[in-house]
């Protein structure tokens, strides 16, 4: 009975579609809403690097999650949501590395996961049902 749940294909794929799906409901907010990118790019100039670097964000929420929904270097599109959310953490999410919620949850339950998801994508690439160019 149990051997029927042992799919290690079925499970990339829905890993795939709920980080890279919503992870890309995010990137939308921000395509949708252009003050959010000004937002980031005042946040990167406040830690000294190039405000022009917030359009990554599009790469990190759009690009990338679309990337990994169908399957194409989806490795590829792994590392850059990872690292999409080590810069997320990094410029609005430091402060609260350490902090719970008063339920006993993590502060950053949601980007840990993004974070941690994105990472198991790159490290185990998308499995069988992907995207296979010719």
């Given amino acids: ?15 795939r579609l709920s980080v890279g799906g919503l992870m890309l409901l ?6 949708t809403n252009p003050d959010s990118l000004t937002w ?3 946040a990167l100039s406040a830690q000294g690097l ?8 599009l790469v990190g929420e759009i690009v990338a999650p679309l990337m ?11 590392l850059l949501m990872t690292c999409n959310m080590l810069v ?19 502060a950053l339950e949601l ?6 998801g994105a990472a198991a994508i790159m490290f185990l690439g998308s499995g069988r049902t992907a995207y296979r160019p010719d």
């Fill in 68 to 78: 990994a929904i169908i399957g194409l270097q989806t490795r590829l599109a792994g």
């Fill in 111 to 116: 980007q840990g996961l993004f974070l941690f």
């Fill in 88 to 106: 997320a953490i990094f410029l609005v999410h430091r402060h609260e590395l350490l902090d719970f919620q008063a339920n006993g949850a993590w």
């Fill in 1 to 15: 009975m149990l051997h029927a749940l042992h799919n290690d294909d079925l499970g990339k794929l829905l890993l």
């Fill in 40 to 42: 980031i790019g005042n």
């Fill in 26 to 31: 995010h990137g939308i907010a921000k395509l």
């Fill in 50 to 57: 190039p405000s022009f670097l917030a359009y990554g964000v």
